[in-house]
């Protein structure tokens, strides 16, 4: 059975950062693709970023480059996602899913497991 489970959301003020955290367990994760999305109140989910499966190749969406880094550690099965330079706009529920499939997409349907979420709230 896999699991994907995030954690380190939180409330922080405009300009400042957080970390989200995505843990992986009962795939073999160095093999899988994995991508962060978020959803705000009222509106559809949507793509933030992805990390194929070496870590080696990243892809952004553009309200969130230069601000947003996804990494990930292979030998702990999570990935990351920096987030600084935070905005009110930032604010939404942010989902990790795993694509089994080893390279990057931007589609939430091309992801085969997601996880619960994280609220991310950025005060003005």
């Known amino acids: 059975q896999v699991q994907v489970v995030e954690s380190g959301g939180g409330l922080v003020q405009a300009g400042g950062s957080l970390r989200l955290s995505c843990a992986a367990s009962g795939d073999t994760f160095s093999s899988v693709a994995m991508g962060w999305f978020r959803q705000a109140p009222g509106k559809e989910r949507k793509f933030v970023a992805s990390?194929?499966?070496?870590?080696?190749?990243?892809y952004y969406a553009d309200s969130v480059k230069g601000r947003f880094t996804i990494s990930r550690d292979n030998a702990k099965n999570t990935v990351y996602l920096q987030m600084n330079s935070l905005k009110p706009e930032d604010t939404a529920v942010y989902y990790c899913?795993?694509?089994?499939?080893?390279?990057?997409?931007?589609?939430?349907?091309?992801?085969?497991?997601w996880g619960q979420g994280t609220q991310v709230t950025v005060s003005s």
């Open positions: 899913a795993l694509r089994r499939e080893g390279s990057i997409s931007l589609v939430w349907r091309a992801y085969d497991y």
């Open positions: 990390i194929d499966w070496s870590g080696g190749n990243t």
